[in-house]
């Protein structure tokens, strides 16, 4: 099992940045593929990030990439997203999620976190 919080959310001008936090608790983060995923008013949920249990491979959703950047830190069993050159359109309710296995820009994610609200005004 592994439970996870985020953080970090909040409103920001279009151009600006925030980083998100993902604290994950249970014995098996590091064995765990995490992810972001975010969701929009009227919207389905959409993948936005995922990162291998090592750190040493990642994938994007076009709409974020060059703009948005995952890492973990397993020490600290906490997910990163930093996003920068926001815009409105990536405003909704981002949430952290991990699963067993890496799928890339396929993630599915076993376990969710509640989410954080971001919020790009122009």
């Known amino acids: 099992q592994v439970q996870l919080v985020e953080s970090g959310g909040g409103s920001v001008q279009a151009g600006g940045s925030l980083r998100l936090s993902c604290a994950a608790s249970?014995?098996?983060?590091?064995?765990?593929?995490m992810g972001w995923f975010r969701q929009a008013p009227g919207k389905e949920r959409e993948f936005v990030g995922s990162i291998t249990w090592s750190g040493g491979s990642t994938a994007y959703a076009d709409s974020v990439k060059g703009r948005f950047t995952i890492s973990r830190d397993n020490v600290k069993n906490t997910v990163y997203l930093q996003m920068n050159s926001l815009k409105p359109e990536d405003t909704g309710v981002y949430y952290c999620?991990?699963?067993?296995?890496?799928?890339?820009?396929?993630?599915?994610?076993?376990?969710w976190g509640q989410g954080t609200q971001v919020t790009v005004f122009s």
């Open positions: 999620a991990a699963e067993m296995y890496y799928r890339g820009v396929d993630m599915r994610g076993d376990y």
């Open positions: 249970g014995r098996s983060f590091s064995r765990h593929v």
